[in-house]
């Protein structure tokens, strides 16, 4: 009994000391404060509709009642206000990525279009922004369709669909776009600095040699590991819960439905997993520099393979798989269900086996290499 | 005497600690002027503001007939003054052998390959080091690394060698050697006047001058002679402590060891205790056995083995052979309780530099569980007694070495343990202090009965031991008390007979060949050497950091497999097809024309369809748990309804949780819509209604809209983004929080020399990795290069000088190692993943994010990635996005200039 109460008040000691650490680098904290505010506002708010705004020239041949009609359709915010241009233009703005779409709309078009030949409009997508390509020509084909339809209905009868389908978005009716990124972005913030504040902390102490007087005290290194996940993980949620509270609540107007406190506890799984994985980072690297990369290089797929940034079910299946193992995968995946779908304990639990699990393999290969590393 | 230097109303602050207050001294040319005083009374301080290394704060330092104050005049004398700062090596770089150390300092002097090499040798071969010259620096032990610092600053003849501490924890025979060498040298060159602090008093005793100083001010000064008769005492040592004030003169007196009486067990027993290194013998089948409460001294050379031997008692190394006994234990690393018995003092620094003095005592006292009733006691004795109470708010870091040492000494004895082991406690500490120090030792000693196993390099501290063992190449030489080792030899002093000792042991303490004459074609590094603007210094730096990373392979390793992988990886994984979309139909028709229209859906090859829906329930629960994204309701009464003509509504249920994707969906599901209705006219052979318009889709550029051709060139930007930034990222900061920034501070290289080299050697990196993840896009990915290579390796370089500047930027920014790569996580990930353009047009930005996209660098080299790539562009059609990248790279330098100061603040 006695040395378990010793082993608490060691790791208490140390995590403190971890936190009085931290508080001696003030830019640090300065940096922290911006990534849980400015970051996650920036980052959501600048997130697009797909496709939101998209760049779009007209090249009209035509210059008919028919062909106006038709420009004037594209409004924003979907589209930004349509640019006249002439054909030369056209290739020469297309090749310099400043118009993603270009309508060619041939002379004659209305003539041809009230005869019923059936005239043909040059739709030219740049397929390298893939993102809007393929759901913006949807979009602008049938924009052009239903508008050449109801100039045509003033002079000929239209017939009328046998279906109607209804389209309704749950959770997120109006598909504002700065609720999913503004939760992405917490997730992605709260990942990295977890990763980089364990993972450093560890290295600054095995440079300045710290590390080895700890061990000469009696102190395991079962002890100096859970001191630094308590300790980072309690700055990490305490940020992030500041930060829903206070940014993405209360700033950015998410309407956050679901259960905050199955949140916290995948969150405190979440961090558990991650400051693991930090730590076991700290004993692959051997300096800063090593460490610096690792962390980069991790942090990278981490922030764009987890189906934050794109859907995971459009990823090859190896990439599916290999993202797995990333905890930010199930975080994210939490983090959608409880807060949009308002997904309850018997939905995401999956999700925090998988961080448990996860956080587990990583702590105890972060000991056992911590021990070897220190022998 | 003409002086060398002049101090007039100097004082210097750190924060509400005054280091000097309003001194006023005149140094003279020419000769061996000596700084001695106790620690912390601003010495070290003294000397990095003559040094140029520190910022002047309230007075002024003239140094070789200028003014410090003045860069004009600083960067005119810095070739002409060398200064070595205190601790073992500090500006020395670890990864780099003795001879590249010195080829960097030489090349930064601007000396040629000839002459520099010339010195080199004879430097080497005057110091003794020649044999080592392929050795890393931070393999040396201490002594050698000082020598290896001496050569460094004298490669460049300078008129003023400033020396801070520079034999402190170096043994007495490479001390002696150390004086020899500069002796001779100051034979070779007489005009050049040397600047010593030191805390050895028979140093002292050598010099031609000296300046006492206590509390930031001058005692007195003048020849030791001349200070002798003026406090008419024998030696130095009292001298100095005569000089003191009455304050601080208090309380010492001389010592008294009372005798060690024979106790009744064994603290420690050592039986052919052997530890390897590969082929390197550290410690060579030791033995010893050390008794309860005796005072037991460890005396030998640098590197000679003792700190491994404390390592392997402490079960901080485990013995590769034999034994070692604590309190008649086997030593095991795992057992806490022996540790808790042990207090340990290493000979680095090693206590928490973020954490005050009273903290770092307060966390040492819980840590060894100290009861909470005594702590505050506990630590207040501590204080007292090693007189730290003036520096209970300060941060180690701020200390002399003096003062951490007292304080590392008052960590080490805070839990009252039974057995001590301290590794040269005493270095840089000085005379008063190590009395005190030693006091407490004996009393701990002869009234606790603590058992003490102490190495040092001073010989006094050695005769206060009961026994001492001489250690040499990893073997004890002898063991007894200090007297009969004296008697054994016949030798009047502990020194001689431990000279006598080694010499006999076959260490080569050999003459060393005198430094020829021929080495000083002293004027051509000085005067001439110094432009405002130097490629030879730049280039120093270039290649030192190419060392660096070619000492460092996995750095440079994980740069280029890493980012491979990544793109391996990110090329396949971005994918903005959205497909494989879950769906399931709730039927509550079930007829063949409800069916059919699922049918339609589940045809489409971006839909999987699931496991039919039983109820809303079901739909609400699997859409929640994710499982499906998409659920299709089709009415009751679906197929009637439409044959009557009745117009039945099918509802389609989206999860709108991830926008982009539930957009996408919705794309689809109006396609999927009409198609179905086309094909219910054609089958009801109504006449079909033909389309009023067309419109002809010309998918340009990627024809399939794939997103493999599109995304492996943007990842190109991407990671030369990031990887080169967090490769420079550490460049500076590294320096500042390892200490080697001072050969930034003192020598001539500029700013823009300084950055501007470092940055080189990455650019050149970042370009091999930029030619790998073409050629991987190209042959690996099959993506085709259509449009000009050379335009897109301008842009490319041009790029790389951005993101290696950026990095830069904020590594002379910031001042920790960890904010550094934080800060640069924070500044590349996001604009470049997001703001960029990599998956959303940047056009298509809005607020702050539109703003950083549009000035960002990644998001210009991306446009020209994917126009050279994808859209067979060359420089003339994408000129416009090089401009940009042209004007950021020299921001991003200035900006990182003006950041980054010269001088320590």
């Known amino acids: 009994m006695r040395r378990l109460a ?195 902390a560890l290295i600054r102490e095995r440079e300045h040699g710290t590390i080895e007087h700890l061990l000469a005290m009696p102190v395991t290194p079962l002890e100096i590991m859970l001191a630094k996940v308590w300790s980072m993980g309690v700055v990490v949620l305490a940020a992030a819960i500041l930060s829903l509270r206070l940014v993405v609540e209360r700033w950015l107007e998410v309407p956050l439905q679901g259960s905050m406190t199955l949140f916290l506890a995948g969150t405190v799984l979440h961090l558990f997993a991650v400051t693991s994985m930090g730590i076991f980072f700290g004993t692959l690297a051997r300096s800063m520099p090593q460490l610096g990369l690792l962390i980069i290089l991790t942090l990278m797929p981490l922030q764009i393979l987890s189906g934050g940034k794109t859907p995971r079910e459009s990823m090859p299946e190896f990439v599916q798989d290999i993202m797995l193992v990333a905890p930010t995968t199930h975080f994210i995946q939490l983090a959608q269900a409880v807060f949009f779908r308002g997904a309850e304990l018997a939905i995401v639990w999956p999700s925090l086996l998988a961080l448990a699990t996860i956080g587990g393999i990583f702590f105890v290969g972060a000991l056992a290499r911590l021990r070897k590393s220190l022998q | 005497m003409n002086g060398v230097a002049q101090l007039a109303g100097v004082g210097l602050r750190y924060g509400r600690t005054r280091a000097l207050d309003d001194l006023d001294l005149s140094i003279p040319a020419g000769c061996m002027a000596g700084l001695i005083g106790p620690d912390g009374v601003g010495k070290s301080s003294l000397l990095a503001l003559l040094a140029g290394a520190r910022q002047i704060q309230t007075g002024g330092v003239q140094v070789l007939g200028g003014d410090m104050a003045d860069p004009a005049h600083r960067r005119a004398v810095c070739p002409r003054i060398a200064y070595m700062p205190q601790g073992l090596g500090k500006n020395l770089y670890p990864t780099l052998t003795v001879f590249e150390n010195l080829e960097f300092f030489g090349r930064l002097f601007g000396q040629a390959a000839a002459e520099r090499h010339g010195r080199i040798a004879d430097l080497l071969a005057s110091t003794g080091l020649a044999p080592f010259a392929e050795r890393p620096a931070g393999k040396l032990s201490g002594g050698m690394k000082q020598k290896l610092g001496l050569c460094c600053a004298l490669l460049h003849d300078p008129d003023l060698l400033i020396l801070d501490e520079p034999t402190t924890g170096v043994d007495p025979l490479s001390r002696n050697q150390f004086w020899e060498l500069i002796e001779r040298i100051r034979r070779n060159r007489p005009g050049m006047s040397v600047l010593v602090a030191t805390a050895y008093m028979d140093e002292a005793q050598r010099f031609d001058w000296l300046a006492a100083m206590d509390g930031g001010r001058v005692l007195a000064c003048g020849a030791p002679a001349e200070l002798l008769a003026r406090t008419g005492s024998a030696s130095l040592e009292e001298a100095f402590i005569a000089l003191l004030p009455e304050e601080r003169r208090r309380g010492h007196r001389a010592l008294v060891i009372p005798p060690h009486t024979r106790s009744d067990g064994v603290a420690i027993e050592a039986h052919g205790l052997t530890m390897r290194f590969g082929d390197f013998v550290a410690v060579d089948h030791v033995n010893f056995r050390i008794e309860r409460g005796e005072i037991f001294g460890f005396l030998g050379s640098n590197g000679c083995g003792k700190t491994t031997t404390m390592k392997m008692l402490t079960g901080l190394l485990p013995a590769s052979e034999g034994q070692a006994l604590l309190f008649g234990q086997p030593v095991d690393a795992r057992d806490l309780r022996v540790r808790q018995r042990v207090g340990y003092m290493s000979q680095a620094f090693s206590l928490y530099g973020e954490l005050s003095v009273r903290q770092n005592l307060d966390l040492h006292a819980r840590l060894f569980h100290v009861p909470a009733a005594e702590r505050q006691a506990r630590i207040a004795a501590m204080v007292e007694r090693f007189g730290l109470a003036g520096e209970l708010d300060s941060l180690p870091g701020d200390l002399p070495m003096g003062i951490r040492q007292r304080l590392s000494l008052a960590v080490a004895v805070i839990h009252r343990p039974e057995l001590l082991i301290l590794d040269e406690p005493t270095s840089g500490v000085d005379p008063i202090a190590r009395d005190g120090i030693w006091e407490l030792l004996i009393q701990l000693s002869r009234e606790e009965g603590v058992t003490i196993f102490i190495s040092t390099h001073f010989m006094n501290e050695a005769l206060r031991c009961d026994r001492i063992s001489l250690m040499h190449a990893g073997k004890v030489l002898d063991s007894d008390t200090p007297q009969a080792l004296m008697a054994k030899r016949g030798l009047p002093s502990l020194e001689e007979t431990f000279i006598a000792y080694l010499e006999d042991a076959g260490d080569s303490a050999a003459p060393a060949p005198p430094v020829s004459p021929a080495a000083a074609p002293a004027e051509s590094a000085g005067a001439a050497g110094n432009p405002p603007f130097s490629l030879r210094r730049l280039l120093s730096y270039s290649r030192r950091e190419a060392m660096e990373l070619r000492r460092d392979p996995i750095r440079a390793t994980l740069a280029l497999l890493g980012t491979a992988l990544l793109m391996f990886i990110m090329g396949y994984g971005i994918n903005m097809d959205v497909e494989r979309l879950t769906f399931a139909v709730l039927d509550h028709d079930q007829t063949t024309t409800s069916q059919g229209y699922s049918l339609d859906v589940s045809g489409s090859r971006y839909f999987i369809e699931k496991p039919p829906l039983g109820g809303h329930e079901d739909l609400e629960r699997r859409m929640r748990g994710g499982e499906i994204s998409l659920a299709i309701e089709i009415p009751p009464n679906f197929a009637r309804d439409l044959k009557r003509g009745a117009r039945p509504q099918v509802a389609f249920w989206i999860d709108g949780a991830m926008p982009t994707r539930a957009d996408t969906i919705k794309g689809y599901v109006q396609g999927i819509h009409e198609s179905f209705l086309e094909h219910l006219a054609r089958e009801s052979s109504q006449a079909v209604a033909s389309p009023q318009a067309q419109v002809a889709v010309r998918y340009r550029y990627n024809p399939d809209v794939q997103s493999l051709p599109a995304m492996v060139p943007a990842m190109i930007p991407i990671l030369l983004m990031m990887i080169p930034a967090m490769l420079t990222a550490l460049g500076v900061v590294r320096e500042k929080e390892m200490g080697s920034i001072v050969n930034f501070y003192v020598t001539p290289v500029t700013r823009l020399e300084f950055l501007l080299g470092k940055q080189l050697t990455y650019i050149g990196l970042g370009m091999a990795n930029f030619a790998m993840l073409v050629a991987l896009a190209v042959l690996f990915f099959g993506v085709p290069l259509k449009g000009s290579l050379p335009a897109l390796s301008i842009g490319a370089l041009l790029y790389v000088a951005c993101s290696t500047g950026l990095g830069l930027l904020i590594s002379s920014v910031l001042r920790s190692q960890i904010a550094a790569i934080f800060g640069t996580a924070i500044a590349t990930l996001l604009p470049a993943i997001q703001f960029s353009g990599l998956l959303q047009p940047v056009s298509a930005m809005e607020g702050m994010g539109a703003l950083v996209g549009q000035l960002y660098p990644t998001s210009h080299f991306l446009t020209i990635c994917r126009g050279v790539f994808n859209k067979a562009l060359g420089l003339i059609e994408l000129w416009p996005y090089f401009v940009p990248l042209l004007l950021a790279v020299p921001l991003l330098t200035l900006a990182s200039v003006a950041g980054l100061r010269k001088q320590e603040r």
């Open chain 1, 6 to 200: 010793r082993k608490l008040s060691n790791i208490l000691q140390l995590g403190l000391k971890e936190l009085r650490s931290l508080y001696r680098d003030p830019a640090l904290l300065l940096l922290i404060l911006y990534s849980f505010t400015l970051g996650i506002y920036a980052s959501a708010t600048s997130l697009p509709e797909t496709p939101y705004r998209a760049t779009l020239a007209v090249v009209d041949e035509d210059r008919s009642q028919a062909s106006r009609r038709i420009v004037d359709a594209f409004q924003e915010p979907y589209f930004l206000p349509p640019q006249y241009i002439d054909t030369a233009a056209m290739d020469s703005g297309m090749d310099a990525g400043l118009y993603t779409f270009t309508l060619d709309i041939p002379p004659k078009f209305q003539q041809d279009l009230l005869a019923g030949r059936t005239p043909t409009i040059q739709l030219n997508v740049d397929a390298t922004q893939v993102s809007q390509a393929f759901t913006g020509a949807g979009h602008i084909q049938r924009i052009v369709t239903e508008e050449v339809a109801e100039f045509v209905r003033r002079y000929r009868s239209v017939e009328i669909p046998v279906v109607d389908a209804l389209v309704r978005m749950e959770y997120n009716p109006n598909l504002v776009s700065a609720w999913f990124g503004a939760l992405n972005e917490v997730a992605n913030q709260i990942t990295m600095l977890a990763i980089i504040l364990t993972g450093a």
